[in-house]
């Protein structure tokens, strides 16, 4: 079993930034993919950041050059900068994970409980 945790979201000006982190804690061998995902009322989740755990990256069109995803592969966390936010940033993002428990075990998805990052004046 795993238990992801999040924090970080709030209430941001324009302009401003942010930093989320995750944490995935339990029984867990390797993780596999680690990533933020955000869905705004109406809209359908999309993928903010994702990193593997050999380091390759990618971000959401809408985020890329803003945006800074890194993890911690001891610590089994993911943490997201995000920085000149706009309002169209605000939604709620949800961090994600592919998580194998053991050895020759399949891969499992996990997904937290979203954390609101709110961008107004």
């Known amino acids: 079993q795993v238990h992801i945790v999040e924090s970080g979201g709030g209430l941001v000006q324009p302009g401003g930034s942010l930093r989320l982190s995750c944490a995935a804690s339990g029984t867990i061998f390797s993780i596999y993919y680690m990533g933020w995902y955000r869905q705004a009322p109406g809209k359908q989740r999309e993928l903010v950041a994702a990193?593997?755990?050999?380091?390759?990256?990618n971000y959401g069109d809408s985020v890329k050059g803003r945006s800074t995803i890194s993890r911690d592969n001891v610590k089994n966390t993911v943490s997201l900068e995000m920085n000149s936010l706009k309002p169209e940033d605000t939604a709620v993002y949800y961090c994600?994970?592919?998580?194998?428990?053991?050895?020759?075990?399949?891969?499992?998805?996990?997904w937290g409980q979203g954390t609101q990052v709110t961008v107004s004046s």
């Open positions: 994600y994970t592919r998580i194998i428990h053991i050895l020759g075990d399949a891969i499992h998805d996990y």
């Open positions: 990193i593997t755990s050999g380091g390759s990256t």
